[in-house]
């Protein structure tokens, strides 16, 4: 099909401008459910056309005619490898699934509620699918303004300082990111016209920019980007905003939203900052940041009260193993770091599915006031286990293979070693410490519940267990989760060929006086 990738972003745009319009309760979830189905059935199609033997090859442009500004260098440019395909099918697997999620939740403004969602994942695939850097920025910033919104209006208590905080956030760093973008454009056009193309961007970093301007470029990419992701000690929104959000948003939150700033730190930051001068140099440092965030949010998860509020800081933990993974610039460390992309999506969106579900019945997320649900809840007991396996990186599940790979790229690569993944592992022993913690309190035991939900003595009855709908929405999780820890090959071997475009080869890399840093010309060459 001509132009799949302009299906692929007009179908859930369209669908937010007419969901806008609906009328009544249940038309714009119906209405949201069947657009989210329809993204995914033109990836299915866009699965079809691409050619996996060949994943490294950028496929399914298209540049329509109308949308260019040469004059600029600006060029509405879509396109994708196998990276971008894989964050392109998580996004339009997760979606679908929190549109599902949020019927009984969201009782008031539904149209807009679903048309903010939609619109929301137009600009993420935006992002994944953008071959032109402007284009990508613009498709980056454009998905502030509908979780801001879906976390200001159908959020807690504190959701409109959260939904500020998010957007100051990252809105303010990513100011720094315009200008660098705006910066390497005008300099990789051929003389007085600029360049957006990802291509002539990266080559014009590596060959013809001055060390000190691919220092204040990468530094500039790197502050929009480790907000986004978030990277200790920029990381202080995530956790309100997690709690806060509504369900849905904390899934694509968690499952798509990261990704976008691990995603740019692997497209763009990197390839720019490679060499020892800049990448070389800082990466130590970076390195260090990765491990006090594993660390430290750990530990804080450790000591949660609020199930959502721990699982955030489980994030922060998780996406450190994800940059640690990138700053390896090794094959293993790298390929693990893009199944930690795919695979954190998976199990922690899954894991605030089912606190979810569990907060629409008891109305807390305090681990105080819940204990022995398996004896009231059965069936989500065994989601709630089988995610939280998941996510402490249980052999045979998804999360053990990318925690698996960037640890081990962190102890072969030439220029972070065994230190960096010693203290790396460490997280993960502290990780299954606080998750199963949390799990055995509330899951087993004797049964205890909120007041007002303590049976028939007060004129209560206890809530019930999950019910078709959210069975239906926590299966394909489960399975995903299981089928990538059995069968990881799936995504790592179109993997090989992108990644290996991204590290230099072996007779670049060479050790230097301390730490060891990346040498010759850069990667992507």
């Not at 964050?87 to 048309?115: C, D, G, H, N, Q």
């Not at 929009?224 to 202080?236: C, D, I, M, N, S």
């Not at 999950?466 to 089928?483: D, F, K, M, S, Y």
């Amino acid at each position: 099909m001509e132009g799949t990738l302009i299906w692929l972003l007009l179908i859930p745009l369209a669908g937010a401008v007419v969901g806008a319009c609906l009328q009544g309760e249940r038309a714009p979830r119906w209405w949201a459910l069947l657009v989210s189905l329809a993204t995914a059935a033109v990836t299915v199609v866009a699965a079809c056309e691409f050619d996996f033997s060949a994943s490294g090859q950028v496929q399914l442009l298209v540049s329509p005619e109308a949308f260019r500004l040469p004059e600029a260098g600006i060029s509405f440019t879509l396109g994708i490898d196998s990276i971008s395909f894989w964050l392109i099918a998580l996004t339009v697997f997760l979606m679908p699934l929190a549109i599902a999620a949020s019927w009984e939740s969201i009782a008031s403004r539904r149209k807009e509620y679903y048309a903010w969602m939609l619109l929301l994942e137009f600009a993420m695939l935006g992002v994944f699918a953008a071959r032109d850097l402007l284009l990508f920025y613009v498709f980056f910033e454009l998905t502030l303004v509908p979780m801001f919104f879906i976390i200001g209006i159908w959020g807690g208590a504190e959701r409109q300082y959260a939904a500020l905080k998010f957007f100051l956030f990252t809105f303010a760093a990513s100011v720094f990111t315009l200008a660098g973008v705006i910066y390497i454009g005008t300099t990789a056009g051929q003389g007085a016209v600029p360049s957006f193309r990802i291509e002539d961007i990266i080559n014009s970093a590596q060959s013809g920019m001055s060390t000190q301007a691919r220092y204040w470029v990468f530094l500039a990419m790197l502050a929009g980007f480790a907000v986004k992701v978030p990277l200790f000690p920029v990381h202080t929104w995530l956790p309100l905003a997690h709690t806060e959000a509504p369900t849905a948003g904390s899934v694509i939150l968690a499952g798509v939203l990261l990704k976008l700033g691990t995603y740019g730190l692997l497209r763009f930051a990197i390839p720019v900052g490679a060499g020892p001068e800049v990448l070389g140099a800082l990466t130590p440092l970076l390195g260090v940041l990765c491990l006090i965030g594993i660390i430290y949010g750990a530990l804080v998860a450790w000591v949660q009260q609020d199930i959502k509020k721990l699982v955030a800081y489980s994030s922060v933990s998780h996406l450190g193993f994800c940059v640690l993974g990138m700053l390896a610039l090794n094959q293993t460390g790298i390929q693990g770091s893009i199944m930690y992309m795919i695979n954190h999506g998976l199990s922690t969106g899954a894991m605030f599915l089912v606190i979810g579900m569990i907060y629409d019945r008891y109305h807390t997320r305090d681990i105080n006031q819940l204990s022995g649900l398996a004896k009231q809840m059965p069936r989500l007991a065994f989601f709630f286990i089988l995610f939280t396996f998941s996510s402490i990186g249980l052999p045979g599940l998804n999360g053990f293979v990318s925690e698996f790979l960037t640890i081990l790229g962190a102890f072969t690569s030439p220029h972070l070693g065994i230190g960096y993944g010693v203290v790396a592992a460490l997280g993960i022993i502290l990780g299954a410490v606080y998750m199963l913690h949390m799990a055995a309190r509330v899951i087993f035991g004797p049964l205890k519940v909120p007041q007002g939900h303590h049976g028939h003595d007060d004129g209560h009855s206890l809530p019930g267990d999950i019910g078709a709908r959210e069975i239906a929405v926590l299966t394909p999780l489960a399975a995903a989760v299981v089928i990538l820890g059995v069968v990881p090959n799936v995504i790592l071997k179109t993997l090989e060929e992108p990644v290996a475009a991204l590290i230099p080869s072996e007779s670049q890399i060479v050790m230097v006086e301390g730490p060891a840093v990346v040498s010759g010309v850069g990667l992507g060459e």
